[in-house]
């Protein structure tokens, strides 16, 4: 393409080498990238583009089409910890964000663009009792993602900006006192003795035999 503009072509010539060259060309299954990575609580991001030592590509040409399967901050949270399966099963379904992008596919069909994911992380402290084997400490995260479009002699890449927020959730399960239940008590009592009290007092006036 860089050459086809050097000589001053017609822009349909380029697009026609750019179709044949796309369609001459096999499908490719990608790359698989995994691994950790150890931030500082501030704002940043990390992106992934084309890159090759050992081959002759042109990296403005290349589709960053990618599917995410696992992302999630902080330390992972393993599904089969029993203390973690027991402490998940009493958060309530909107409050268990914490990987929202899994298993999530982000497709790109042209060239020159490619999606941008913008992550706001919270922190979330979850406290299903009083002591420390039913507390943990995780994040959670939003996510919106765009697609960017970029010049034709610019690399795409897919890109993930985080930012850290100011405020914490805390998640936090009380059970009631023993005086809670002397109350509800009382007060059932109290409002069953006066609903009776009423009914008598109304059956009465109107069953009251009327004196001549």
């Known amino acids: 393409e860089k050459r086809c503009r050097k000589k001053n072509e017609n822009p349909e010539t380029i697009d026609e080498r750019r179709k044949m060259f ?58 089969t910890d029993r203390k973690t399966k027991r402490i998940l099963k009493q958060v309530p379904q909107q409050y268990r964000q914490f990987n929202p992008l899994d298993e999530k596919v982000f497709s790109t069909l042209k060239f020159h663009e490619a999606h941008h994911h913008y992550i706001k992380v919270v922190s979330t402290h979850l406290k299903m009792g009083t002591s420390e084997a039913n507390s943990m400490n995780s994040y959670q995260f939003l996510e919106q993602s765009q697609v960017v479009y970029y010049e034709e002699d610019n690399v795409p890449e897919a890109r993930f900006s985080y930012d850290l927020s100011p405020m914490s959730v805390v998640v936090e399960k009380e059970g009631r006192k023993w005086y809670d239940y002397l109350t509800s008590l009382c007060a059932i009592i109290g409002g069953t003795f006066t609903t009776l009290g009423l009914i008598d007092a109304t059956l009465y006036k109107v069953l009251k035999p009327k004196k001549l």
């Open 22 to 79: 796309q369609n001459d060309r096999p499908d490719h299954p990608g790359c698989l990238v995994m691994g950790h990575l150890m931030v500082n609580r501030v704002p940043g991001n990390f992106h992934i583009e084309a890159k090759s030592r050992n081959h002759n590509l042109n990296a403005a040409m290349t589709n960053l089409s990618h599917t995410v399967n696992h992302l999630s901050f902080g330390n992972p949270i393993e599904n």
